[in-house]
C-alpha cells in the first residue's frame, strides 16, 4: 500500500522562501509519476509541479515557473518542492500524490496524465504566505 507523507509546510512572508517534502513508501518508489498539487479554499485542485521518478525529469506549471523547482532524492524516496518568491496568492493547501506504477516514464508523460491517475495522496500541508 502506497503511503504518502508532505512535511515542511508553514507561514512566511511575501517574497520569501519555503521547501516542502513527501516520502513515498509501500511499493517501489522509481517508475511512478509523481506531482505536487495544491488547492486553495473555494478553488480547483491545480497541478504545480510534476516529476517522473524513473527518469528524473520535472515539468513546472507555467504559473509558478522561474519561482518554483522540484526535484528528488531517489536514496531516500523523497521529493521536494522548493517555492521563491512566495506570493499571497500561493497560500494553499499543498499535497503530494503518485500514479500507479509507469515504468521510465517521462515527464512530459506524467504532465499529461490527468488528475484521477494520480490514485495515492498524501494529508497535505499548509502554505501561507502574508503581506
Known amino acids: 500500500q502506497v503511503q504518502l507523507v508532505e512535511s515542511g509546510g508553514g507561514s512566511v512572508q511575501a517574497g520569501g522562501s519555503l521547501e516542502i517534502s513527501c516520502t513515498f513508501s509501500g511499493s517501489v518508489y522509481r517508475g511512478h509519476c509523481m506531482g505536487w498539487f495544491r488547492q486553495a479554499p473555494g478553488k480547483e485542485r491545480e497541478g504545480v509541479a510534476i516529476i517522473a521518478t524513473g527518469y528524473g525529469g520535472t515539468d513546472i506549471a507555467d504559473s509558478v515557473k522561474g519561482r518554483f523547482t522540484a526535484s528528488q532524492d531517489t536514496a531516500n524516496n523523497t521529493i521536494y518542492l522548493q517555492m521563491g518568491s512566495l506570493k499571497p496568492g500561493d497560500t494553499a493547501m499543498y499535497y503530494c500524490?503518485?500514479?500507479?506504477?509507469?515504468?521510465?516514464?517521462?515527464?512530459?508523460?506524467?504532465?499529461?496524465?490527468?488528475?484521477?491517475?494520480?490514485?495515492?495522496w498524501g494529508q497535505g500541508t499548509q502554505v501561507t504566505v502574508s503581506t
Open positions: 500524490a503518485a500514479t500507479l506504477y509507469v515504468g521510465a516514464a517521462t515527464a512530459s508523460y506524467c504532465a499529461s496524465r490527468p488528475l484521477k491517475e494520480y490514485v495515492h
